[in-house]
């Protein structure tokens, strides 16, 4: 990189800056929108999360449905047959969830690492509309790319079930029977398409759930540890509580509820009902993001 | 115009700027002076409400920082470089913050050109070396043409010919009657720049004046006196009550004496009445980073030798 020549152009704005013709909300949005998009690790990120979700979609779902016609019947295979929606929307989703839990801290975190917080706020001194847009523009991001990758992970999966036949080779009386029959999932069969647009849904809330982590946190490492430590670890194993004090506290922890949401048929125990189980995520991570935004309020930047 | 009014900051029990309360007027520059750790940039940041004070307040155009509309159009501040993103480029940044001020995208080449980065403006950051950093501080400052910049150490890293451009920047804004209120640790930079000094030390005002002002203020006046009879000429001084401090000559040169206490004329009489020849009268003025040291001294918060100041003494080849 070269040096910098000393420049003759004059300090002063040449003409008079025009005025702002804008609500001042407008603008934060605006310039939120271009602070995500300048950075190669939004793009990097949301790359794996696509690559991820379409291809472990693709691919275990047609390892299961060859396990099936082979006779192998592990409990992913009976997964596939009890529930194919859940199954579908399950495998890529539930590891390219992870790429998402990244983004949503590292938009908040990088702010902190690099020092570039402070210039925002010098830009947008009043922290709360400087949070609520970048919340805004990254929710509206996520969203619209989660909702990409649900209904098209959605639609591999169907097609790879749809178009499998599974034969069953039984040996009866000296004779091999094979017994054919086919999966079928459908849109319009019920609670298939509120799955898939749940699914967006919930990883949109998801990675929410993660900048609020995030803007608490304001490290990097640790903010992306914590996120994904509570979503892959500790929410799960708290399904292994005892007794039904045990049941109701997992069920309400935030991305199980949120998960509800992404299946399409009602488990038997299942406290709540999908929309419930949203709101409930829905309401935590407002919870987090409300503390989030009154520590960054109260804190020195 | 910038005014602090009893500005306190507190980090855990450490009291990083104590009562503070200072006034800083457009149309010249205000020189920030403090030894490290004495409390400028904290101060800086009190008065852009990164941080809050936990007493006092600190206003710009009488208006808090939080309360300014589109801030940038009124305030630029460059605070520290490298505060950016390493993985975005320098007109991306600019970018963001010309949106969030409702600036056209225009402006944002305009600065780059002034500050001489038009060829690199699309290169990330992270290629940047400091002084190309500071100048994308200084684009960010320059941005909304604000009527008020605040500076911390504008010269950072920067090269012999940016430090010279840095300074006649200073002064163009102050010659438009705006407010430039900037920090540096380089004394003698101060002393070639700025028109007005606030002096600060552990967090409290220690002076806030002219800069001849507080030269002339904060140091003893001496002068420089050569003669072939300085051993005569010595002894008529101190009789006079002046305090001689004789000093080595130089090649070639006659013996010279350091006098304090008695002003040039006055020598200048005493030698005519005794028919003592004179070779050099000259009334020696301490520099900025004498005075400063003296100011200062006592109110060092990190250094070896903390409350044990040794007067500076004026070198002997007296030139001035």
């Known amino acids: 990189m070269t040096s910098t020549v000393s420049p003759a152009a004059p300090a002063t704005a040449p003409v008079p800056l025009p005025a702002a013709h804008r609500a001042p909300f407008v603008g934060d949005l605006l310039g939120e929108w271009t602070k995500i998009r300048s950075v190669r690790s939004t793009i990097w990120t949301l790359i794996i999360f696509v690559v991820v979700s379409l291809g472990l979609t693709a691919l275990l779902t047609w390892l299961t449905l060859n396990n099936l016609s082979h006779g192998r019947h592990g409990s992913a295979a009976s997964g596939l047959v009890t529930d194919p929606v859940s199954f579908i929307l399950g495998t890529g989703l539930g590891l390219g969830q992870l790429a998402i839990c990244v983004l949503g801290a590292l938009v908040i975190t990088a702010e902190y690492s690099s020092g570039t917080i402070r210039a925002s706020l010098l830009a947008v001194p009043r922290r709360y509309p400087m949070f609520l847009a970048k919340a805004l523009v990254f929710a509206v991001l996520v969203f619209v790319v989660a909702q990409i990758v649900a209904f098209v992970s959605y639609f591999i999966g169907a097609a790879l079930v749809n178009n499998h036949v599974i034969t069953n080779s039984f040996f009866v009386a000296h004779h091999t029977i094979n017994v054919h029959h086919k999966i079928t999932v459908s849109l319009s069969q019920p609670g298939v398409l509120r799955s898939v647009f749940g699914a967006g849904l919930y990883l949109t809330v998801l990675g929410l759930f993660a900048l609020a982590i995030g803007g608490l946190i304001r490290h990097t490492a640790g903010a992306i540890t914590a996120v994904i430590g509570m979503v892959l670890v500790i929410f799960p194993l708290a399904g292994l509580l005892p007794s039904s004090w045990g049941a109701h506290v997992h069920a309400y922890l935030p991305t199980v509820a949120g998960q509800l949401i992404t299946a399409d048929k009602h488990q038997s125990g299942q406290l709540l009902s999908p929309w419930q189980g949203f709101g409930i995520f829905c309401a935590w991570t407002a919870l987090l993001l409300i503390v989030s935004v009154f520590l960054l309020d109260r804190r020195d930047a | ?320």
């Open chain 2, 1 to 320: 115009m910038i005014e602090a009014q009893d500005l306190t900051k507190r980090y855990g029990d450490k009291l990083a700027v104590d009562h503070l309360s200072f006034r800083v007027e457009p149309g010249r520059v205000t020189g920030f002076l403090g030894p490290n750790g004495a409390g400028k940039s904290t101060t800086m940041r009190l008065v852009v409400g990164l941080d809050r004070p936990q007493e006092g307040r600190a206003t710009i155009n009488g208006k808090k920082y939080a309360d300014i509309a589109d801030p940038l159009r009124t305030v630029g501040a460059l605070l520290e470089a490298k505060a950016m993103h390493p993985g975005r480029s320098a007109r991306s940044h600019l970018l963001f913050l010309a949106q969030t001020q409702g600036l056209p995208s225009r402006r944002v080449d305009e600065v780059l050109e002034v500050v001489g980065l038009q060829d690199v403006a699309r290169k990330r950051v992270r290629g940047y070396s400091l002084g190309m950093s500071q100048r994308v501080g200084i684009a960010a400052a320059l941005l909304g043409d604000p009527s008020v910049l605040l500076l911390d150490e504008p010269v950072n890293g920067l090269d012999p010919e940016g430090i010279l451009w840095v300074r006649n920047l200073m002064k163009s804004l102050a010659a438009e009657q705006r407010t430039v209120f900037v920090s540096s640790h380089l004394m003698n930079e101060m002393a070639v720049t700025a028109d007005h000094l606030i002096v600060i030390g552990k967090g409290k005002l220690i002076a806030s004046c002219s800069t001849q002002e507080f030269i002339e203020r904060s140091s003893e006046h001496s002068v420089l006196v050569r003669s072939p009879e300085a051993n005569t000429l010595a002894g008529l001084i101190t009789a006079e009550g002046g305090k001689v401090t004789v000093q080595e000559p130089t090649n070639g040169q006659t013996e010279a004496l350091s006098v304090t206490g008695l002003q040039a004329p006055r020598i200048g009489e005493i030698a005519a009445a005794n028919r003592i020849v004179l070779h050099e009268l000259t009334p020696q003025l301490a520099s900025l980073e004498e005075a400063y040291m003296e100011l200062t001294a006592g109110s060092v918060e990190y250094g070896g030798t903390a409350h044990e100041h040794q007067p500076v003494t004026t070198p002997a080849g007296g030139s001035k």
